[in-house]
């Protein structure tokens, strides 16, 4: 007979499908959320991305997990107030203590019945401990083709992202 504790224990190391930390977060856009002309605000849109990525990072690492990067963003149609911002989050791809995540962002109004494409987002978030050091996270697994695509993208992102900070770094000197 098997002790409860042994058949209860998840190995926290063994890799995951990106399913298992898939996360959808839906606000309403209030006045608070918007400029003086209605429309979202680009800093809380930024913020609601970094929230909906944290969320797939812990999921994910099940660990803490801090932002250390968000990639390029373009605001590709306008959010009114009364608008329903629905933000999807998935792990693109794990390195040895980082991950990218990928937030896509639609609107939704219920008044003209449509549904646009937003924005999408790259963050890269790492994982640590309670003492903010890094931890290892689990592979990842994709298993769709859409997932397979995000996985090899993300590694071509990371060695941009790497000779950028080189270059950066070269010219800073």
């Not at 098997?2 to 926290?12: F, I, N, R, Y």
């Amino acid at each position: 007979m098997t002790d409860a504790s042994e058949t209860d224990h998840h190995d926290l190391t063994l890799p995951r499908p990106v399913r298992d930390s898939q996360s959808e977060m839906t606000e309403i856009v209030l006045p608070n959320d918007a400029n003086p002309l209605g429309s979202l605000l680009g800093g809380r849109l930024m913020h609601w991305i970094d929230v909906a990525g944290a969320m797939a990072a812990h999921r994910h690492s099940r660990s803490y997990a801090l932002t250390a990067s968000i990639d390029h963003m373009d605001f590709l149609v306008p959010v009114q107030v009364g608008d329903i911002v629905i933000l999807r989050s998935s792990v693109n791809r794990v390195f040895r203590t980082s991950m990218e995540i990928g937030v896509k962002v639609w609107v939704e109004s219920y008044i003209h019945d449509t549904c646009q494409h937003v924005s999408s987002a790259y963050l890269t978030f790492v994982a640590v401990d309670r003492e903010k050091h890094r931890v290892p996270v689990p592979a990842v697994i994709p298993e769709t083709d859409a997932e397979k695509r995000r996985y090899e993208d993300a590694g071509r992102r990371r060695e941009i992202r790497r000779s950028e900070a080189e270059r950066r770094r070269r010219h800073s000197v």
